[in-house]
């Protein structure tokens, strides 16, 4: 009788989980080496939020992978017996004509995407916490949500040990991907059949010249607020606000399941180490991101900051995410500058498909970077349930 196949994964983030629970689904003994308790809360996927929507701007290969997504996510809610997800609704705007939104209007449009243009000056009549100062264009997307990912992270891990995958507590030194293999801190060596290695924005420093150069760590600043009394029945029945600049701009995230209002940047400061700066934001940080959201929020001064922290992610430059064979029976998940986590089961799906084929480990790269489409087999995990 011939020996389960063994599997042993780097990072017990979002990535790191997904791929796990799809190994284990396709018959893979799995292994977990995660160096803080889970969910870890200096993991780039440990926060309330984090939002799933169609808009991609020019990026159409990840718009088009959006609706698969959902469909893993399913899976995922299936898997957990509870739905870890709120649906919103999508508000984009934009103080300037043409860039992000209007590629993402276009794109939305040719492939059947129910995208509504909105009037700026019907903006303050329809949400009455935002101001119309400034804004150029602006639509709207009935599909688009908020992902409960601190409740997804704690849930999958506690799933995935009843059905049999180890978590092992333990630093990395080193990845040895010819070998598939890790070297602990405390010199002894985990090794399997497969190795994946899922590390975030830690991925640089144990992969060395596999990484380094193409992703960076990006300290990023999120702002949790309290609004108005006269105004928190609007931001809970409130779309996800994509607010944008020609300099930036910020997001917002409604406070549903009991999560509080969040505001964040989006742009990336490709700067900070993931390992040793503090998770608390400082005064000046708190301020920048209140200074892109003021402008936009009635009442401003009446809302109260009730937390901030930094959290990292790993970014490439054209926020392509990076899944590839690093060696033979080695693959490396990286690149996912802040969007990737909503694809999460999917590309665990795609993994685990492309780990035992290598004409599918090698489509693999070029359709998660959202610039082709799966060839067959490589969803073979997700078609199975339709």
């Known amino acids: 009788m011939a020996s389960q196949k063994t599997a042993l994964v780097l990072g017990a983030g979002i990535?790191?989980?997904?791929?796990?629970?799809?190994?284990?689904r396709a018959g893979w003994q799995v292994r977990v080496v995660e160096r803080?308790?889970?969910?870890?809360?200096?993991?780039?996927s440990v926060d309330q939020h984090r939002l799933i929507r169609h808009a991609y701007g020019a990026q159409a290969g990840y718009m088009r992978m959006v609706d698969p997504a959902y469909a893993a996510w399913e899976?995922?809610?299936?898997?957990?017996?509870?739905?870890h997800y709120v649906e919103t609704g999508v508000l984009a705007l934009a103080n300037h004509q043409g860039g992000w939104l209007a590629e993402s209007s276009i794109a939305l449009r040719e492939d059947g995407h129910a995208c509504a243009d909105l009037p700026p000056d019907q903006i303050t009549a329809r949400f009455p916490m935002l101001s119309d100062t400034g804004i150029a264009a602006a639509f709207t997307l009935p599909r688009g949500g908020v992902l409960l990912a601190e409740r997804i992270v704690a849930g999958l891990a506690a799933h995935l040990v009843t059905?049999?995958?180890?978590?092992e507590a333990a630093e990395v030194a080193a990845a040895q991907p010819a070998r598939k293999t890790l070297r602990l801190t405390n010199g002894a060596e985990r090794s399997a059949d497969l190795l994946v290695l899922a590390a975030g924005p830690w991925g640089p420093r144990l992969l060395g010249t596999g990484l380094a150069g193409r992703v960076v760590p990006s300290r990023q600043i999120l702002v949790r607020l309290e609004p108005p009394s006269g105004f928190r029945a609007a931001w809970e029945a409130a779309p996800m606000l994509l607010d944008l600049a020609e300099d930036g701009g910020f997001y917002a995230v409604p406070p549903v399941?009991?999560?509080?209002?969040?505001?964040?940047?989006?742009?990336?400061s490709r700067q900070g180490d993931a390992g040793a700066d503090p998770r608390a934001a400082s005064p000046a940080e708190i301020e920048e991101i209140l200074a892109l959201a003021r402008p936009r929020l009635i009442n401003a001064a009446g809302y109260r900051v009730l937390g901030a922290q930094a959290c990292y992610y790993d970014v490439e430059d054209r926020e392509e995410f990076i899944l590839e064979a690093a060696a033979p029976g080695c693959f490396v998940m990286s690149g996912f500058s802040g969007h990737g986590f909503k694809f999460a089961p999917l590309l665990g799906l795609a993994l685990a498909a492309a780990a035992e084929d290598n004409a599918l480990a090698r489509a693999l790269p070029g359709w998660a970077a959202g610039r082709d489409a799966p060839v067959p087999g490589l969803l073979a995990g997700l078609e199975s349930t339709r």
């Open 15 to 24: 990535m790191g989980l997904c791929t796990a629970w799809a190994l284990a």
């Open 36 to 44: 803080a308790p889970i969910p870890n809360p200096r993991g780039a």
């Open 75 to 83: 899976m995922i809610w299936a898997t957990l017996g509870a739905r």
């Open 163 to 167: 059905k049999g995958v180890v978590f």
């Open 257 to 268: 399941a009991g999560t509080a209002l969040k505001i964040g940047d989006h742009r990336f």
